[in-house]
């Protein structure tokens, strides 16, 4: 993987300590993560407004994506392709899954696409 600093710079991203520990961080994931998620494994605390203006930064140069679950929370990724995504309704946890996204649908120009039901530890 390459320096995190490199990769914003490369984006005509600042690499500020806040920034460069968010991306850090979701550059690691193995999942989707959420606000709480990201900033508790993050080695510094930030407040909300700084990391919304960084995700809005980094959605803006395309190196994250976000969707909204059905806990009401936005969970971010860092993906260079579109993938649907897997929720568990009874432990809400999120997967990502291999069922790729169209690029239109009757038309309509697709973002992203929840699948939910349960998953196999909660059958």
């Known amino acids: 993987m390459k320096e995190v600093s490199t990769q914003l710079t490369a984006h005509n991203i600042k690499p500020t300590p806040a920034r460069t520990a968010i991306f850090d961080v979701l550059q690691h994931a193995l999942s989707p993560l959420n606000y709480d998620q990201i900033t508790d494994q993050m080695p510094m605390r ?73 998953c196999k530890a909660c059958q």
């Open 46 to 118: 930030i407040n909300k407004a700084t990391f919304y203006r960084a995700i809005s930064i980094f959605e803006k140069e395309g190196l994250v994506t976000k969707f909204e679950s059905d806990d009401r929370k936005w969970y971010f990724e860092l993906s260079p392709v579109n993938h649907a995504h897997f929720i568990c309704e009874t432990c809400h946890e999120v997967r990502c899954t291999n069922v790729p996204i169209p690029k239109a649908s009757e038309g309509n120009a697709v973002k992203s696409v929840i699948l939910k039901g349960t």
